[in-house]
């Protein structure tokens, strides 16, 4: 192994910022982290980095490194060897300082979600394989990573239009539980705006706990919305006549 | 110094900590309409060190063993701790959690199941029954992110990343926190009729330790320093099992889940060396035990390649693994580049949870300080001399609600917003603006390193008189050089101004530990002193308390609340309770 490693860090707040070059001496097994803490505590003091449990349990520290949406923790340096590591944050939020951003956004839309209203007073009935289906959905560990990278939330100012694949799983979560009485249904067409993901599985790949997020939980989502507002043999019927739109963006679905 | 401003912000209630005990008392304090009730915490919602509890959360459902009860995890939870538990805590842990799980369940938790379709629960280290329920290993994000949806949807406020610096008493009564928003490092006031600390504990004062960056024990030296009194500070649990190796990760949590579902521990020789410590108990013996043992075989030359002991889970089944430890497969696999269905690892003790903390009322949770209420691990009594895995997370749910009911019920009859001391609060952004100030200071990352360094080498897992006093002067001397702790930059998200508080926080502690740590003479439960080896009876009757006068600590002792015979009857049969009703039927 090398000696040291190179890093680039963008370092800056609203008003700006840029790239500053730091070495970092090369220890076995260490993460992005781990050489930004060195840089942190023996460097730049006040270089800003949130993290809180350094174990890819809590989801605080995401940000871009080489481009790529990844937790500082669990990105090993050594896979970068002969490279030099540039960390930067996460492009979609507005930036606080450093690689810290404002995610705020994302607590004022969890707030639009109704929680499980469930059907029959705990303790529930519930076979395992049932829970299984959900509890994929329940090991989030909302680090954003997913809304980061999401090009309607990047590049679209879709913000207003969709809550974003985070969202999605967690509507899924309540949506699939066995013992839920609610309809989300309405709030996906709509505010939630699940037919505005087009599906590219770009939250998938960067989903840091591998939760299938397009196919387990968007795709059966928009599945329900079709089922709700569109029916089908009519969308059949405009298929067949080769008229392509459908009313809105979702019929593409539809079909499967 | 330039004139600064501060906002103010009024609240009914107001609770420091948004971990699963803050959430818990939020969620009770907002059940009154009109109630204003605000979360104030220090990192982002959902994020706190909840979020790490891995193995479960305790309650005696008996869904897999009918026997177990109320009474059965009460024996357990009070064997553990030595006996200097508050037995009344213990009590009312026992008989509510059940009900708090149960509650989580209609939130949206999803706990793993049984056959029967019924919450699963899995053994674990020196619980009696298989008690633990769980959420495959990362239980405590699902407890976490079940109270955050639900606070979300109380209308509760919510303030996240605010650094909290003090503790506003006025005329004895609590009156509010001061503090200032990690973001732009604006001043805030937030005044209060009651608050509840559910702040955690102080696992960062060692190197190798299980615990987030946020457990720096804020919560806890801000109401010493306002004149509330801490607990049983001696006692430090270390977790048998965190990693070893790679250097990058030592000290992060393997959870005892591992040895529940079936994990062995041996030594260099192969041995399974829980044999010579605890032959009944095995690998399911306490954590005192078990971290204790690692520590003697690496003291005996037993030790694994890079100090520890090996565990092994490999003979249950790559797919089991898998299912059951999903995140302890990934943790090694991504961190240490090791597959544990198909090889042991190592681990070594972590320093993982303090016992010891403020002194509550086991009802309501109320503290000293008129108005001010302690939650979760901030708290003491319902441990003692250590804590049972899985009691945790169930201390949260069943004392975060105490007290937010406890809050709730006090604000009911308590005065109006007590009146601000303006003066105390211009000394109070002089004081923290100062690092900014001091030149040629010392950098306060490099004073938390020093301290982590003397509570390692002088008030760890092994203790001696001697070694303890050489300690306490050390800890002294860096407490006076961190006067002059300075920072660069600006007052925008500034970790190094940050680290300043949580560092003046931990010296106060790290003190309070070493002091309690110095006057128990003998070893109980976690605390194992080398020159005292045996457990006595004299001081099974005693907790140490300790109070702060701006000056020092003083430390009395109080004595241990004494059982109701109802309860004292239950340590006479030779053997759990649920164990000796298991012939006469199951119990309610």
């Known amino acids: ?256 | 110094m330039a004139h600064e401003s501060y906002e103010t912000l009024d609240y009914d209630i107001i609770i420091i900590g948004a971990g699963g005990s803050g959430l818990r008392a939020a969620v009770e304090a907002s059940q009154v309409p009109g109630l204003k009730v605000a979360v104030v915490t220090k990192s982002l919602l959902g994020k706190a060190h909840t979020v790490m509890a891995e193995g479960g959360v305790a309650a005696s459902f008996g869904n897999l063993d009918a026997p177990d009860g109320w009474q059965t995890h009460f024996y357990d939870t009070m064997r553990s701790g030595h006996f200097i538990n508050n037995y009344r805590m213990a009590e009312i842990f026992a008989k509510e959690a059940p009900e708090r799980v149960l509650e989580l369940e209609s939130w949206g938790a999803v706990f793993d199941r049984t056959k029967e379709g019924r919450i699963m629960q899995r053994p674990f280290g020196a619980h009696t029954f298989r008690r633990l329920c769980h959420i495959g290993d990362h239980t405590g994000l699902e407890l976490i992110r079940t109270m955050q949806y639900k606070s979300l949807h109380s209308g509760i406020d919510v303030f996240q990343e605010v650094t909290m610096t003090k503790l506003l008493v006025q005329d004895g009564h609590v009156a509010g926190a001061f503090g200032y928003f990690r973001e732009d490092g604006r001043f805030v006031l937030f005044r209060a009729r009651a608050v509840v600390l559910a702040t955690g504990g102080w696992g960062k004062i060692f190197k190798v330790t299980s615990n987030s960056w946020e457990s720096t024990g804020d919560g806890a030296a801000l109401a010493f320093r306002a004149g509330a009194d801490m607990m049983d500070m001696e006692m430090v649990q270390f977790h048998p099992t965190g990693m070893v190796w790679p250097p990058g990760v030592r000290g992060i949590l393997v959870t005892e889940g591992v040895r529940g579902e079936g994990g062995l521990l041996r030594n260099s020789e192969g041995e399974r060396f829980m044999q010579t410590y605890d032959p009944e108990r095995m690998e399911l013996s306490s954590r005192d035990v078990v971290a204790r043992s690692i520590f003697k075989e690496v003291q005996a030359g037993r030790g694994s390649p890079h100090g520890g002991a090996w565990l092994d889970i490999s003979h249950k089944g790559p797919e089991y693994v898998k299912a059951k430890l999903p995140g302890m497969y990934e943790q090694f696999l991504t961190l240490a580049d090791l597959d544990i269905t198909k090889e042991p690892f190592e681990v070594a003790p972590t320093c993982h949870y303090t016992m010891g903390g403020l002194r509550v009322d086991p009802e309501t949770c109320a503290t000293n300080i008129p108005g001010l209420f302690a939650a979760g691990e901030v708290a003491c009594g319902l441990h003692g001399a250590n804590r049972l895995g899985g009691n945790s997370l169930s201390d949260l749910l069943v004392f975060g609600r105490r007290a937010g009911l406890g809050a709730r019920e006090y604000v009911s009859g308590a005065p109006d917003f007590a009146p601000v001391d303006q003066a105390e609060l211009e000394a109070e952004m002089d004081r923290v603006l100062e690092p900014f100030h001091r030149e040629n200071g010392i950098n306060p990352y490099h004073v938390h390193e020093k301290l982590q360094e003397i509570m390692t080498n002088h008030a760890g897992i092994m203790r001696s008189g001697p070694v303890l006093e050489e300690g306490l002067n050390k800890l002294l001397e860096l407490k006076d050089q961190a006067r002059n702790m300075s920072i660069n930059g600006s007052r925008i998200y500034n970790p190094g101004w940050h680290a300043v508080f949580d560092v003046e926080n931990m010296l106060l502690l790290c003190e309070g530990i070493i002091r309690s740590a110095l006057e128990r003479k003998e070893s109980r439960g976690a605390h194992w002193r080398t020159d005292y080896p045996d457990e006595l009876p004299e001081w099974q009757k005693i907790n140490f308390v300790e109070s702060y006068d701006g000056e020092g600590i003083r430390i009395r002792t109080e004595p241990v609340n004494e059982m109701p015979e109802d309860l004292a009857k239950l340590f006479t049969y030779g053997k759990a309770p649920g164990l000796v009703q298991q012939s006469g039927g199951k119990e309610s």
């Open chain 1, 1 to 256: 192994m090398s000696e040291e490693f190179t890093l680039r860090v963008w370092r800056g707040d609203k008003t700006g910022g840029e790239e500053v070059e730091y070495h970092v001496p090369a220890e076995t097994g260490m993460v992005v982290l781990d050489a930004l803490h060195h840089i942190q505590h023996n460097e730049a003091p006040d270089l800003a980095v949130r993290w809180n449990c350094k174990a890819a349990h809590c989801g605080s520290c995401g940000a871009e490194v080489n481009g790529q949406p990844k937790l500082l923790c669990k990105t090993r340096m050594d896979d970068y060897v002969g490279q030099t590591v540039s960390v930067k944050p996460m492009q979609t939020f507005p930036i606080i300082k450093d690689l810290v951003t404002d995610v705020s956004w994302n607590y004022q839309v969890a707030k639009e979600i109704p929680m499980l209203e469930p059907t029959a007073p705990a303790p529930f009935n519930m076979q395992q394989i049932d829970a299984d289906r959900v509890q994929e959905f329940h090991r989030c560990i909302e680090c954003f990573l997913c809304q980061d990278t999401c090009h309607v939330l990047r590049n679209h100012e879709g913000q207003r239009q969709y809550f974003g694949p985070r969202f999605m799983i967690k509507i899924a979560e309540f949506e699939m539980h066995p013992m839920d009485g609610a309809d989300r249904v309405p709030l996906l067409a709509h505010e939630a705006g699940v037919n505005m993901c087009n599906v590219t599985k770009c939250c998938t790949e960067v989903c840091p706990q591998h939760i299938r997020i397009t196919d387990n939980a968007i795709i059966p989502l928009k599945e329900r919305v079709a089922d709700r507002y569109y029916d089908p043999v009519k969308i059949l019927l405009r298929r067949l006549s080769g008229k392509k739109n459908a009313p809105t963006g979702s019929s593409h679905k539809v079909s499967q």
